[in-house]
């Protein structure tokens, strides 16, 4: 954390960079659909003649062609092309023809659940284990966990994952490991959730932790801290009512940072385990040369990276009364 | 260095390498990290010497050999290659994309560093919100669609790694140089005549190495990670090049029959990040605690 400024110019500042995330999106966005729009520019095959289907006369290719306007001007299309997206229609598989919405509308959910199951346990543990750290600040727990914490992000996900496939799933037979078991309100489901939650959110502990002591060490040195514990409060209560609270401000906004990484992770964690979601269909579109399914793919996943960075902007004000007041 | 005496004038500059590496070996986690990544490049540089077989040899009766069996201290993969030479030539390319994307995505970003911090009245805002926009795409987001435009393999890989360094140097770059740049002998030098782009080769490159260095050890180790996963799911390097996420990703098919095959390159993987990160905390500690986030 930077030594200079008060509170009060954190905060403003911290306004300052929601406002400019917010329209910062606006290019982004543009520039998320214009790529998918060029990906689409280097397929080799044209797109009428798949839309089309293998049995089509030439007249149908034709009508199909000037329906979607490829005969058109690139910038009509690009036009074109955001008009179909807004209405939903992401094109069709070069690989079997379906819809590229409706393979998405099926991944979504999984990818949503999978992510929801890993920082459900993940960020709990995380910010215990980073506040007991800052507490007991260069005790043999401190070290520890902050050792766990580098281990944490220097492990690949993939060996993670492998290695409890290999032991909790092979040899102690205790838990399935491939593909999704049903809806997470049968057994099966949630048993088939645990491994690949274990996985993603195993990775996920350590940068909370981490962060987590950072901030409560900043708030441990704060003025209404020290008024507190010249109170004569209990240090534990210090710590959990007066600094925990307010460390985790910064500890929303910094694991809102950490979305990248947990993306990335989910897409390792969905191919290790055959989890149906979007990471795992984009990288199967992309090896099998499906372009129009990895740009949905792609879309939707930059869509939601966008869409929960500017939640975690907002939340952040939600979480600070003088944010909101501003 | 002890306060007990007054020490000679030359004394009271700031300790320079030598102290550095002094200050390093002091912390045994950072001495450990520092001398496997050194014996590690040192394996991946000379490979060729150090490799008892060829990376391409395979003796299929060989296949899966665990490790111990005779002549194969780790065993061998699935096509009976003798995992010593895989692992030996998978680090020179493992380490050799991480190189090119650290150099190449690097130099760029502190290229846009210095020009938004030297130019700071025309440039640092358009440069600045180009990058905040850049970081907006995950590094894995850039390496799939890299992959999906590009096809899969080692360019797009270093391609993608690089275009993510690109805003995370530039910022570590510009906020070093704008500490530089406020420095009165910037001024003298100015006054003396002296070109900008001296100026910035000279003077304002020089005095930001310490915090770009720093920051490229601790790239270094997440560009080998996240190289390695790309290449795991297939997109990186294409078998039978020796890359260690790719031989991860083949030992996973014998996961249950041969472990070794997968489990011995994500170990190698997980050390080599490991003393990066170890390496790349230690040196900022040393060289520049202000950077200490």
Sequence with gaps: ?326 | MSATTAQPAAEVRPPRRAGLLRRLLRDPGAAVALVFAVLIVLAAVFAPLLAPTDPYDNDLSLAMQPPGSPGLPLGADSQGRDMITRLLYGLRVSLLMGVAAVAFGGSIGALLGFLAAFYQRWLDGPIMRLMDMMLSFPAILVGLAIAAIFGPGIFSVVLALSIATVPLMARIARSSALVVMRLDYIEAARATGMTDFRLIWRHLAPNCLSAIFVFGTLRFGQVILLGSALSFLGLGAQPPTPELGAMASEGRNFLFFAPHIAVIPCVVIFAIVLAFNVLGDALRDALDPRLRV
């Design chain 1, 1 to 326: 954390m930077a030594a200079a400024g008060t509170k009060e110019d954190d905060r403003t500042a911290m306004l300052r960079h929601a406002l400019h995330r917010l329209l910062l999106a606006i290019p982004v966005l543009f520039g998320v659909l214009l790529i998918g729009f060029l990906l689409m520019q280097v397929v080799p095959t044209d797109a009428a003649v798949v839309r089309a289907g293998p049995t089509a006369t030439p007249d149908v290719i034709e009508a199909i062609r000037r329906d979607l306007g490829l005969d058109r001007p690139l910038y009509v299309q690009f036009g074109l092309y955001l008009w179909r997206l807004a209405h939903g229609d992401l094109g069709v598989s070069i690989i079997n023809n379906v819809p590229v919405t409706q393979e998405l509308a099926a991944t979504i959910g999984p990818t949503l659940e999978l992510m929801a199951a890993s920082l459900i346990w993940a960020i709990p543990l995380g910010i215990l284990l980073g506040t007991v750290a800052a507490y007991y600040r260069g005790s043999v727990a401190d070290r520890l966990i902050m050792a766990f914490s580098v281990a944490g992000v220097s492990v690949p996900v993939f060996f993670v994952g492998l290695v409890l496939i290999w032991f909790v799933g092979f040899k102690w037979q205790l838990l399935p490991f491939t593909g999704r078991g049903g809806p997470l309100w049968t057994a099966d489901g949630l048993r088939a959730i645990i491994l690949p939650a274990l996985t993603l959110g195993g990775v996920f502990v350590g940068p909370v932790a981490r962060m987590t002591r950072t901030s409560v060490l900043d708030v441990l040195s704060a003025d209404h801290v020290r008024t507190a514990r010249a109170k004569g409060l209990s240090e534990r209560l210090v710590v959990l009512h007066h600094a925990l609270r307010n460390a985790l401000i910064p500890v929303v906004t910094l694991v809102g940072l950490q979305i990248g990484f947990l993306l990335g992770g989910a897409v390792v964690t969905e191919t290790v385990f055959s989890w149906p979601g979007v990471g795992r269909l984009a990288v199967g579109a992309i090896l099998s040369s499906d372009l129009p399914m990895a740009q949905g793919a792609i879309i939707v996943l930059s869509l939601g990276f966008i869409v929960v960075n500017l939640l975690v902007d907002v939340l952040y004000a939600g979480l600070d009364p003088r944010v909101r007041a501003a």
